[in-house]
């Protein structure tokens, strides 16, 4: 039996589904600024979700190593302009990345990002090199996967974090079950509802399984 306390009241239940994702480490700019460029599309987290949606456009990416590497390579495929920005200083690139980046035409900038303007058509990012001028920014950060409740019932995580789980979405403690991010950071609506499919199936056997017929 799991037992939640909160500011609602206490909720007991036989099983638990997991579903608390990740956080996306944020650029550093004021909230509402940040809240108003991602509500405009001018910054995004997601290429994976929208990428097709910079088509042909001038795309910055702030990140840095293999993280942002990777993410420029990706926005790469959808268009010739992409710019990849460190966000706090020099990049910390080996020469394998910067070898990557240059056969991609991707330009590395060096940090720090001081400002973000927010244009009528676009997003200004000031650099110690100068001003420059974008339609989108990704943020390239990395997360932070919300497990700590899972974790402080000793459920089984693995190096970054996330929970492990079987092919049922069943979590090393008996009874919890996990879907979504919070299990592998893929950032797909889709794939999370498929996991969260396949651990509703589970706990509903596995409930029947455990529960007398009534007769």
Do not use: W
């Not at 990740?22 to 405009?40: C, G, K, Q, Y």
């Not at 910055?60 to 590497?69: D, F, K």
């Amino acid at each position: 039996m799991f037992v939640a306390h909160t500011m609602e009241g206490m909720f007991q239940a036989r099983t638990v589904l997991m579903a608390t994702g990740v956080f996306n480490r944020r650029p550093s700019m004021p909230a509402n600024v940040h809240d108003e460029a991602l509500s405009r599309g001018l910054l995004r987290y997601c290429p994976i979700c929208d990428g097709y949606e910079v088509t042909d456009s001038a795309v910055a990416v702030i990140g840095t190593g293999e993280h942002g590497t990777n993410e420029a390579e990706f926005l790469r495929s959808y268009t010739a302009n992409v710019t990849l920005i460190a966000p706090t200083g020099d990049h910390e690139l080996d020469a394998a990345q910067r070898s990557r980046l240059d056969n991609g035409a991707i330009q590395a900038v060096d940090g720090p990002c001081l400002g973000f303007e927010l244009l009528q058509d676009g997003i200004a990012i000031a650099t110690p090199t100068g001003r420059r001028l974008f339609a989108t920014v990704y943020a390239a950060l990395g997360s932070d996967v919300r497990s700590e409740l899972a974790a402080a019932i000793d459920a089984e995580v693995s190096r970054d974090g996330c929970l492990i789980v079987d092919k049922h979405q069943r979590t090393s403690v008996a009874g919890l079950y996990a879907a979504g991010d919070v299990v592998r950071g893929l950032d797909q609506l889709s794939y999370a509802m498929g996991q969260g499919g396949v651990a509703a199936v589970a706990i509903r056997n596995d409930l029947a399984r455990s529960t007398p017929l009534r007769r």
